[in-house]
């Protein structure tokens, strides 16, 4: 099994910044990719980025330019830096892991991390 610990969550003010982490522990994994979702309540998850292996980014054109996701291998870790943030990112946020895991790709979801945008 993959456990993920998401952190870094909370309330911030509009044009502010935020960090959140996932750190994937366990053993026998390799991460293939890193993904980040946000949910609003009431309303299905949607992908806010992702990096694969290679470091290939994407980005939904609400968080372009605004969000950068990033990885750290040796770590097992992702990020998310969310810069500029508005009410409108407020949101429980996801990580996801695509991992390699006794020859298969394997799934992994976090408990989710709250960020509210508040003034």
């Known amino acids: 099994q993959v456990q993920l610990v998401e952190s870094g969550g909370g309330l911030v003010q509009p044009g502010g910044s935020l960090r959140i982490s996932c750190a994937a522990s366990?053993?026998?994994?390799?991460?293939?990719?890193v993904g980040w979702y946000r949910q609003y309540p009431g309303k299905e998850r949607e992908v806010v980025a992702h990096?694969?292996?290679?470091?290939?980014?994407y980005y939904p054109d609400s968080v372009k330019g605004r969000f950068t996701i990033s990885r750290d291998n040796a770590k097992n870790t992702g990020y998310l830096q969310m810069n500029s943030l508005t009410p409108e990112d407020t949101a429980r946020y996801y990580c996801?892991?695509?991992?390699?895991?006794?020859?298969?790709?394997?799934?992994?979801w976090g408990q989710g991390t709250q960020v509210t945008v508040s003034s």
């Open positions: 996801n892991l695509e991992v390699w895991r006794l020859g298969s790709l394997q799934n992994y």
């Open positions: 366990g053993s026998g994994f390799s991460i293939n990719r």
């Open positions: 990096i694969s292996s290679s470091g290939v980014t």
